[in-house]
Structures are given as structure tokens and as C-alpha cells.
Nanobody, 120 residues
Framework: QVQIAESGGGLVQPGGSLRLACTAS????????MGWYRRAPGPNGEFVGH???????NFADAVKGRFIISRETAANTVTLQMNNLKPEDTGVYYC??????????????WGQGTQVTVSS
């Protein structure tokens, strides 16, 4: 079992910045992804970005150049630094951990989500 703890979020003006943090604990795999999806009011969520266990980064086009994911000194903790925020970035941000077996079977674990609101 894997447990996910999220922190961060809040209210910020357009052009401002926020930082989210996510920590995974429990029965972790040496092969994994950690990242975020976000969900605005509507039917579907949107991929934001992730970091692999090999430290490869991937971001959605909508946030490239504005968001970055970094590892903290604490084990299995990552941060999402969000800069130059726009109103369309508003939503609930969900951290996830994707566990991979040697045969590349996967299991996803999700945090509770944190609200990010960008408004003047």
C-alpha cells in the first residue's frame, strides 16, 4: 500500500506563484512516476506534469515554461512550482504516484487534492 500526502494550494492573483508538495510513503517501487492532474468544473481532468524515478520531466503544453517539478531533500517528496499563474489554471490539483512492477503492470495512488484559485 502507498500513502499520498499533499500540501499547498490557495488563492493567488494572476501572474503570481504557488508551490504544491507531495510525499509518497509505504510500499514504494524503484520504478514509478509522481505528478499532478488538475480538474476544473467540467467532465474531465487534465494532465499537468510528472517526474519519473529516473528524473525525466514531462509537462502539458498549457503549463510549459511556467511550471516546474523538483525533488526535495526528503525522500519521495516532490514539489510543483507554479509561476505566472493564469485564471485558466484554477482547479483542484491531485497528486498521484504510479507504481510499476518489473513487467510494467501499474497501480495508481491519489492524494486528496488541493484547491488552486487564480483570480483578481
Amino acid at each position: 500500500q502507498v500513502q499520498i500526502a499533499e500540501s499547498g494550494g490557495g488563492l493567488v492573483q494572476p501572474g503570481g506563484s504557488l508551490r504544491l508538495a507531495c510525499t509518497a510513503s509505504g510500499s514504494l517501487s524503484p520504478m514509478n512516476l509522481m505528478g499532478w492532474y488538475r480538474r476544473a468544473p467540467g467532465p474531465n481532468g487534465e494532465f499537468v506534469g510528472h517526474i519519473t524515478s529516473g528524473d525525466t520531466l514531462n509537462f502539458a503544453d498549457a503549463v510549459k515554461g511556467r511550471f516546474i517539478i523538483s525533488r526535495e531533500t526528503a525522500a519521495n517528496t516532490v514539489t510543483l512550482q507554479m509561476n505566472n499563474l493564469k485564471p485558466e489554471d484554477t482547479g483542484v490539483y491531485y497528486c498521484y504516484y504510479r507504481w510499476y512492477s518489473r513487467s510494467y503492470d501499474t497501480q495508481d495512488y491519489w492524494g486528496q487534492g488541493t484547491q488552486v484559485t487564480v483570480s483578481s
